[in-house]
């Protein structure tokens, strides 16, 4: 059984979501299917009901926060209900509208005190702002989060991981020297895998990502760990289900 902690099925077209399906389900996939925004939400619940492999989550992504300042009751009564809470999190490199990060922060913020109050588990999203992601987090008694596709220093990395955060790695880390050096830091029992697809085309094709990509997250994390690819592996389905111990979750999770 694999993992893909981090994906975005909602963005494939109805042919490519069934070959995705057929794909989770031949290969025995498990996908956390993160939300960009309220409709993206809905269509990932209707795939949920498609496959027992999915799992629907919700959030508002960093860059669509602005988007959604007359919604904050409609988020917080969302993230009330959902188990798992992604894609949210904080971006000051993509977006550099300063206006716009107000708006990020107060969004991010309901998703912590949720998640805080509720146990529920993140995926969180940070791009040139981990310096303040950090400084929010360290306040809440947060026991389950997973720092999605890391590329910060490696200072703030240290913070996170005495946190007691997770970090879902993708298929880049194998052509990113510079994903490879935070993996190496990362200790073994706090990594997941993931392929952020579809939108992470494979370098060798240029064609959207697929559920099988999860393959090369492995193989990456293989090669920088010196580990057998079946020990990484287990060790990355026993690392997230230590994570989600608890939580009413699918039986096949």
């Known amino acids: 059984m694999l993992l893909d902690a981090h994906a975005h099925p909602d963005m494939y077209d109805d042919v490519e ?26 269509r990932a619940k209707r795939l949920g009901h498609k496959s027992r492999n999915f799992v629907p989550a919700f959030g508002v992504h960093p860059w669509n926060a602005h988007l959604h300042g007359d919604q904050l009751d ?29 708006l990020e922060r107060a969004v ?29 987090m360290r306040g809440h ?44 830091e990362i200790p073994a029992d706090r990594l997941l895998t993931e392929t952020d697809g579809p939108g992470q085309r494979a370098p060798e094709t240029g064609k959207r990502g697929t559920p099988g990509r999860v393959r090369e997250s492995l193989a990456g994390i293989a090669e920088v760990k010196g580990m057998r690819l079946a020990d990484v592996e ?11 111990k608890g939580l009413p979750l699918p039986e096949s999770w």
């Open 74 to 102: 409609a988020i917080r009564e969302a993230a009330r209900t959902e188990t798992v809470l992604a894609e949210i999190g904080l971006d000051y490199r993509r977006i550099q509208d300063l206006r716009h990060y107000p």
């Open 108 to 136: 991010f913020q309901i998703f912590l005190d949720e998640a805080a109050s509720r146990d529920h588990l993140l995926s969180i999203h940070l791009n040139g702002a981990e310096g303040d992601a950090w400084r929010m």
């Open 234 to 244: 287990a060790l990355v389905l026993e690392n997230y289900r230590r994570l989600i």
């Open 141 to 184: 008694d947060l026991g389950r989060v997973i720092i999605h596709s890391y590329s910060g220093d490696l200072d703030s990395l240290k913070r996170f991981i005495g946190y007691g955060c997770y970090f879902s790695v993708g298929p880049r880390v194998r052509q990113i020297e510079r994903l490879r050096d935070i993996v190496r």
């Open 17 to 42: 979501a069934r070959e995705a399906i057929e794909e989770m389900e031949r290969d025995h996939i498990l996908i956390v299917a993160t939300s960009m925004d309220f409709p993206s939400y809905e």
